[in-house]
């Protein structure tokens, strides 16, 4: 299985301004998912983050709000940016293992004020 | 494109009953199923998974599921409730037929545990 630690795990931001999320994987991998999960709701990917390519956003998503890097086989940033209250979710990265097993980090609790 | 329906958003049963969360998925390739749960304020963590094999699949904290691919169903079940089941449930399928790729969700199911 794979261990994944996400930085900052809850933060409270104000309007107009823009987050950072880091993504933290115990091994290599060669796919790495951002996720969404706005209040009460269920999980929306965001964006599929592959080393060494641009990421692919899915329908609603774009570059110029949630621009992602990804430098290596283990880690990943997602940015949130100009942030408005609309943007509080919690931001999930997930990796897939060999094992045919997606696994989820703990989660990034946004709150914008 | 692949879709999950969860059938019942809050579902509440006494301690020690049975737990049944209903899950129908449509795909257009042979699925690979997953449940996760999520407790109050945390992530989501891998209960048990359908790939290939075996229809009935076993996972954590004695809950199970089997895969019926007749009825497009993939329901999860545990003999007894106990009160530390009370979370949020999610039905997820792969979107490409294989298990590390991107899921497609359920809109979730909210368990309670009634004492």
């Known amino acids: 299985s794979a261990v994944i630690s996400q930085k900052p795990s809850r933060d409270i931001c104000q309007r107009g301004t823009s987050l950072t999320i880091q993504c933290q994987v115990d091994?290599?991998?060669?796919?790495m998912f951002w996720y969404r999960q706005q209040p009460g709701q269920s999980l929306t990917l965001i964006a599929t983050?592959?080393?060494?390519?641009?990421?692919?956003?899915e329908s609603g998503f774009v570059i110029d709000k949630f621009p992602i890097s990804r430098p290596n086989l283990t880690f990943s940033t997602l940015t949130v940016s100009n942030m408005s209250p609309e943007d509080s979710s919690i931001y999930l990265c997930?990796?897939?293992?060999?094992?045919?097993?997606?696994?989820f980090g703990e989660g990034s609790w946004l709150t914008v004020v | 494109a692949q879709s999950v329906t969860q059938l019942g958003s809050h579902v509440s049963v006494s301690e020690g009953a049975l737990v049944l969360l209903r899950c129908n998925y449509s795909s257009s390739v042979p699925p690979y199923l997953f449940w996760y749960v999520q407790y109050p304020n945390q992530g989501l963590q891998l209960l048990l998974k359908?790939?290939?094999?075996?229809?009935l699949v076993k996972g954590i904290n004695g809950f199970e599921a089997e895969f019926k691919k007749s009825e497009t169903s993939f329901h999860l079940t545990k003999p007894s409730a106990h009160m530390s089941d009370a979370a949020e449930y999610f039905c997820?399928?792969?979107?490409?037929?294989?298990?590390?790729?991107?899921?497609?969700f359920g809109t979730g199911t909210r368990l309670t545990i009634i004492p």
């Open positions: 983050a592959n080393q060494g390519s641009e990421a692919t956003y």
């Open positions: 997930s990796v897939g293992d060999r094992g045919n097993t997606i696994y």
């Open positions: 359908y790939t290939t094999g075996a229809t």
């Open positions: 997820a399928v792969s979107d490409y037929g294989f298990g590390n790729e991107k899921l497609t």
């Open positions: 091994s290599q991998v060669t796919m």
